[in-house]
């Protein structure tokens, strides 16, 4: 009997549960008497894999506490489907050994410009190497983005105001249009081990945001070895799907 649930679904369904559980309260500092209905949803905002599995997590709680008999792990009285099964581990591989982002998506090859060139060398830097979004450095601290879509804004007030377009591109340089901009919420820094449900997290709670840059600490006094942005978003999700 004792190996028949060792093999068993129960076995590996609770195995999962509990990996979930410690895993959880161990990297939000989570009270260990907390119930797993409450940990669920206080873990929702924090986490993109929790959010987007909350109702499969709060029926496995409640099938967790149907499938044991007084709380004696040794002794269920009912198998959980393979599926649900198959399901509850592949949350589980995805909360306790989740995929990073520069292991699979997120551009190594980061372009990045300085804070005293010209709107038009700028321009053609975004033209010729085919990034909408390229990192500023100023005395090697990061001070902004350059961004296609917020540059052609710019360039907008700045002819409305009256001024010409030639003056905008060879006058005007990078970090003038960047400290025009009302805040930097649209870009942010992490460290280069970040995990995709980390980044996918940044983007759910910040709907601005346009890119991600990782450094070797996550600190804008380092040189950027990669990027995500909006666009690798819908690739971010099928990677986590098919993990």
Known sequence: ??????????????????????????????????GFSDLIRKSVVLNYVVRKYEDDLIDYGRLRNAI??????????????????????HIRKLLTTPPKVLD????????????????REVIT????????NIPVYKDNN?????????????MGQYLIAGGKCNTFLDNVQIEDMLSTLQNSNYYTVKKA?????????????????????????GQNNELPIGIMTGANVVEAQKILEDY
Not at 6 to 33: E, Q, V
Not at 125 to 132: E, G, Y
Not at 142 to 154: F, M, P, R
């Open 1 to 34: 009997m004792e190996k028949d649930f060792k093999n068993s679904n129960a076995k590996r369904f609770l195995d999962a549960y509990n990996d979930i559980d410690y895993s959880l309260k161990t990297r939000y500092g989570m009270n260990r008497a907390m």
């Open 68 to 89: 044991i008999h007084n709380n004696n792990e040794d002794f269920v009285i009912a198998e959980p489907h393979d599926t649900v099964v198959e399901n509850i581990e």
């Open 104 to 119: 699979s998506i997120g551009r190594k090859n980061v372009v990045i410009t300085y804070a005293g060139k010209s709107m």
């Open 125 to 132: 830097l975004m033209a010729s190497s085919n990034f909408s």
């Open 142 to 154: 990061l001070i902004g983005v350059a961004n296609g879509q917020k540059i052609l804004n710019s």
């Open 193 to 217: 081990d970040c995990t995709i449900e980390e980044a996918l997290n940044e983007f759910n709670n910040n709907h601005k945001l346009l890119a991600i840059l990782f450094t070797k600490h």
